[in-house]
């Protein structure tokens, strides 16, 4: 094997940020799946982003991101489309966790701004193979599945962050896909309809029904939860709660820092016990905590 590698499939993002009166205040690269690859990369690991982007400076800005962490951008494809951009309202007054608005709209011209590509590339590249393949998703489409499938010794992690990502599948389908994950993160958010979706009450028992290594349930500034087997197969619960809380000026990263951070731990943990989640949730909610106390998802 030629080492670990970490990859990434789907749309370039470009996040553009507001303040409460709809003036601009920044715009960066964005998406949870990239903001991962990006922060990965900032940690020393090879990335790789295999995607699309607009031939437009919204595009420009979303490769040139990438690139300042030294992901490896030679696998996006430029289309002449708008590149996708996510609308990022943060209220002037006192955040928490369910303030800061996401929209596909543009809260200037009420156009929509995310216009999916059909024409991603579908098959993992042969000259890469060799490698042991961290593939991170939050998008679960049909052109994600077959990308995925298309590598041979992969771990994959997924991101199961906003309903709207997965509400539309049916619970067949929605297996298909997430039988190949070894990690899943979930947040409170999402939890009813998918339980609903798949047919199940309760964490434990989609832990179960997917056969995971580590699921993660984040509950924003009230901490988090582990699920994972004890050597006797058992499923094991931890819940963690944070000795710190700080003021946010953007939560729009924080679950990205967190996720980023335990799929690096998840990746070189010879096993998955209390000690990996009393230090990976000491070193996920420090990354968390970092960027939430400065505007936008990725470090400045």
């Known amino acids: ?14 996040d553009k940020i507001y303040d409460g009166d709809l003036n601009l205040i920044k715009q960066d690269g964005g998406g949870c799946n990239w903001n991962d690859l990006y922060n990965l990369s900032l940690m020393g690991e090879k990335c790789y982003a295999f995607g699309s982007c607009g031939n437009d400076e919204e595009g420009k800005i979303t490769i040139s991101s990438l690139q300042r962490a030294n992901v490896d951008t030679s696998y ?4 002449d489309k708008p590149t996708d951009v996510m609308n990022i309202i943060i209220p002037n007054s006192k955040l928490n966790d369910n303030t800061v608005i996401h929209s596909w709209y543009s809260p200037i011209t009420n156009k929509l701004t995310m216009t999916f590509s059909e024409n991603l590339i579908n098959k993992f590249p042969d000259e890469l193979q060799e490698n042991e393949v961290y593939i991170i998703l939050d998008k679960f489409l049909p052109i994600n599945l077959e990308f995925m499938k298309s590598i041979k010794n992969k771990k994959v992690c997924l991101d199961v962050g906003h309903i709207r990502f997965f509400e539309h599948f049916t619970r067949q389908y929605l297996l298909s896909f997430f039988k190949f994950a070894n990690y ?6 999402v939890l009813s309809l998918l339980f609903e979706r798949l047919d199940v ?15 993660v349930l984040t509950k924003g500034k009230k901490g988090a939860i582990f699920f994972f087997r004890d050597a006797n197969g058992s499923i094991i619960s931890i819940f ?9 000026s953007d939560t729009s990263g924080a679950g990205d820092a967190f996720f980023s951070t335990t799929v690096r731990e998840f990746a070189y943990s010879k096993k998955i016990d209390k000690a990996f989640v009393d230090n990976t949730f000491v ?8 960027i939430i106390s400065q505007i936008g998802s990725r470090k400045n």
């Open 76 to 79: 996006i494809e430029i289309e």
């Open 201 to 215: 009450q309760n964490e434990g028992e989609l832990f179960e029904l997917l056969d995971l290594d580590l699921l």
């Open 1 to 14: 094997m030629s080492g670990k590698i970490f990859v990434s499939h789907g749309d370039l993002i470009l």
């Open 184 to 189: 899943i993160q979930l947040n409170d958010s």
């Open 240 to 248: 963690k709660k944070p000795e710190i809380v700080v003021n946010a």
């Open 283 to 290: 070193l996920a909610n420090t990354a968390s905590r970092d």
